[in-house]
């Protein structure tokens, strides 16, 4: 060999180990990578999930020396962004202060015409912006509060503005003397007065208002005896329901709609025997009530309707405080409660959530005023020495928990404990309800109904085709069923929600009894064509029996849609899914599991198949003519030594395909009726979590408590998907080693 010879191969063979390094560093490299995104991506949702699992804290921000007399305050509230707060003394004077230092940014005196103080003062709204003055003259005087932004070198000032919506002229109530409780309420262009006097009575009045316009005779007035020595009385947002209480516990509520005739409802005891009530207020949408007790119990009473269609206050859940409440406030905007109890301890709540969310220990000394923010982010406690605190507090998300989140829930209206998803509504009062175990139950099960279909179908269809089936007509079987995955889901949802689910559901019984008459039909065909001379037998080929399969098929079809509406009128009196409902209480939605089910496993077939198909096509031939030389059938040799030989591929591909369902979104999204229930009928329809965060992310508010489920919603997928692939892999490689042998 000549030196040029050996130079040329050296060449090669360094050419080939730096291509060899190369290959071997990229391929690293692009799996790493992989990796890395997969890494990147749990981590990205382990980061925005993360917040809702932070508990509530509060700081203290701001001290400062109260320059006002205690007795002389009427009111107190805060303005929406935390920056001011007005206070309303007895002698009519409105000041209001910041919130930074406590200074008077502007005083502004009314004219209380004539009366020589103010008696109460009543929010007609729930963020204290509308406001009732009742004079110690039984008269009344209507304030509105309103902010004017403005920017001073970059700095944001509010300037508040005082109005009287119903003129400057305090209205007189000539039909009531010496008012102890009192309740307005505005809803659109009507105005509803509520008053208990002294003496028992409790007067209604309903107006037609407009802002600016002064207040007329009321339209609607009734006076009723009320045959209880009220402390407490409180009327929801809508005007609807009078909720009056005694010190002692008892409650009775009134039906006002109908103001000329009002109606009592229910009586009832809030707390136990023997003890006092200290504060009764009501949550956000005047659908429940909170009441304390002098042992420090917190329970909840829910409006809800019986069996009888009649309206009653069912006892919810309840808290314990370790000690007597001196202040009870319901959150403006949530279903949360702060609470100070008489040792000077803050406890918030949040009623859904059913959890006590922080405990903190506010003042050594006794509380004499609390005021939450509308936005409930900052807390305004006066202590009896004259020390003024702000607090902030960082609370996002209080109605999340575990039990909210996967646990079954006592919601406001409901008579029991429910798993329930619904995550917006028409109005702000609405109770959020994020239970996420509807979307997982919807998601396994359309993954179950999907690989029922798909698996049995697949899988005997790629041990056919690779072990039974001739070469030329599998070279056109397997392609044909593989490009069948390069279809798009949105086209099979499309099909199957507006074309498919028509289809069976006029055809119900038809579609149900071709689980029943293909495998028998194909059964007797079978025993048909064995029982037939092998002189005929052999005209078809070995391999191509499976050709002669499809007009069966078809006709056998044929013969279910054709027979079906015959049977039905004999046996299910011509409706299957009425006879369903009646006997059984079965119900029938239009886009359900079934019609997921069949669209799903067309799309997961083809996944399945050609991965098992592969893994049997596989197997050396020597293990299969060595088992058919010793004897073994054709079935045997398939059961015993291919099967088991090709088992870790075929555990990958059911897995993957498994995999699959779990994650598909398209199909589950438009051909279901996206209803999140927890019913396993194969004719209901359910809510997946892949299409719940399709429909819902694009509308959520980013970095809210729902926007941050969805994202929740993503990881559990994520990590199901994930250990779904992780014991698939362990069980490959057990299987792999196990009949390696083979």
């Not at 069923?481 to 119900?508: D, Q, Y």
Request: proline share 4%; charged share 20%; no cysteine.
């Amino acid at each position: 060999m000549n030196q040029s010879s050996i130079t040329e191969q050296s060449w090669r063979q360094r050419k080939r180990a730096i291509i060899d390094n190369v290959a071997r560093y990229t391929i690293g490299l692009g799996g790493i990578s992989v990796i890395f995104a997969i890494v990147l991506i749990f981590f990205y949702l382990l980061w925005v999930v993360f917040p809702i699992f932070q508990s509530a804290s509060i700081e203290l921000q701001n001290q400062f020396e109260s320059s006002f007399i205690a007795d002389d305050a009427r009111y107190q509230v805060i303005e929406e962004s935390g920056q001011l707060a007005l206070r309303i003394q007895k002698n009519g004077d409105l000041v209001f202060f910041s919130m930074q230092t406590g200074e008077e940014v502007l005083t502004e005196s009314i004219d209380l015409n004539g009366a020589s103080e103010i008696a109460q003062v009543v929010s007609i709204d729930v963020e204290g912006k509308r406001l009732a003055l009742m004079l110690d003259d039984n008269r009344l005087l209507f304030l509105q509060i309103a902010y004017r932004v403005n920017f001073v070198n970059d700095q944001r000032v509010l300037n508040p503005l005082v109005s009287f919506p119903f003129g400057e002229e305090a209205i007189e109530l000539k039909d009531i003397d010496h008012i102890r409780h009192l309740k307005v309420i505005r809803n659109e262009e009507r105005l509803t007065l509520l008053a208990i006097d002294t003496d028992g009575q409790l007067l209604l009045q309903s107006y037609e208002v407009e802002d600016g316009d002064e207040l007329a005779e009321p339209e609607l007035t009734s006076v009723q005896d009320i045959a209880l020595n009220v402390d407490f009385m409180l009327v929801d947002t809508a005007a609807h329901w009078l909720y009056l209480a005694s010190r002692d516990g008892h409650l009775v509520f009134y039906d006002i709609s109908d103001i000329e005739a009002v109606e009592q409802v229910n009586q009832l005891l809030l707390i136990e025997p023997g003890r006092q009530l200290t504060k009764l207020a009501m949550l956000l949408g005047g659908n429940s009530l909170i009441a304390s007790d002098d042992q420090g119990t917190v329970r909840q009473w829910s409006l809800q309707r019986n069996q009888k269609n009649e309206y009653r206050l069912a006892d919810v859940r309840g808290f314990k405080s370790s000690a007597e409440l001196d202040f009870l406030i319901t959150e403006m905007r949530r279903k949360g409660l702060v609470t100070v109890n008489q040792q000077g301890e803050l406890l918030l709540y949040h009623t859904t959530a059913d959890r006590l969310l922080l405990k903190e220990k506010l003042s050594e000394v006794a509380v004499r005023r609390v005021n939450l923010s509308p936005r409930a982010n900052k807390l305004l406690v006066e202590t009896v020495d004259g020390q003024v605190s702000v607090y902030a507090i960082n609370n996002p998300h209080p109605e999340l928990s575990w039990n909210a989140l996967w646990g079954e829930v006592q919601y406001e209206g409901y008579d029991e404990t429910k798993y329930i998803w619904q995550s917006s509504s028409a109005d702000n009062d609405f109770e959020p309800k994020f239970s996420l175990a509807p979307l997982a139950f919807g998601t396994l099960k359309a993954a179950f109904y999907a690989m029922l279909i798909a698996v049995p179908l697949a899988i005997m269809g790629a041990i056919y085709t690779a072990y039974f089936m001739a070469p030329k007509m599998r070279g056109v079987v397997k392609p044909s069923i593989e490009i069948m995955e390069a279809l798009p889901t949105v086209i099979l949802g499309f099909l199957a929600g507006l074309w498919f689910a028509p289809v069976v559901e006029e055809n119900l019984l038809a579609i149900l009894s071709l689980s029943f008459v293909l495998p028998v039909g194909l059964l007797l065909f079978a025993g048909i064509w064995a029982a037939l001379p092998s002189t005929v037998r052999r005209l078809v080929p070995y391999g191509w029996q499976a050709a002669l399969l499809m007009p069966v098929v078809v006709v056998l079809v044929w013969l279910s849609f054709t027979l079906a509406p015959f049977f039905e009128a004999l046996l299910f009196a011509g409706d299957i899914k009425h006879w369903m409902l009646e006997n059984f209480g079965i119900g029938y939605d239009q886009r359900n599991s079934l019609v997921v089910g069949i669209a799903m496993g067309l799309a997961v077939i083809p996944t399945i198949f050609s991965i098992t198909e592969d893994a049997i096509f596989s197997v050396p031939r020597h293990l299969t003519n060595g088992s058919l030389a010793l004897g073994a059938t054709p079935w045997q040799t398939l059961m015993r030594v291919v099967l088991l030989t090709a088992s870790p591929g075929i555990f990958s591909a059911v897995m993957i395909g498994l995999g699959r369902a779990v994650g598909e979104t398209m199909i589950v999204l438009m051909a279901t009726g996206n209803t999140p229930i927890m019913d396993a009928s194969i004719f209901q329809g359910m809510r997946t979590l892949s299409a719940n965060i399709a429909v819902e992310l694009p509308e959520s508010e980013v970095a809210s408590s729902h926007y941050r489920i969805l994202f929740l919603a993503a990881l559990v997928l994520f990590m199901v998907t994930f250990m779904f692939n992780t014991v698939a892999e362990v069980v490959r490689q057990r299987l792999r080693k196990r009949y390696s042998s083979l």
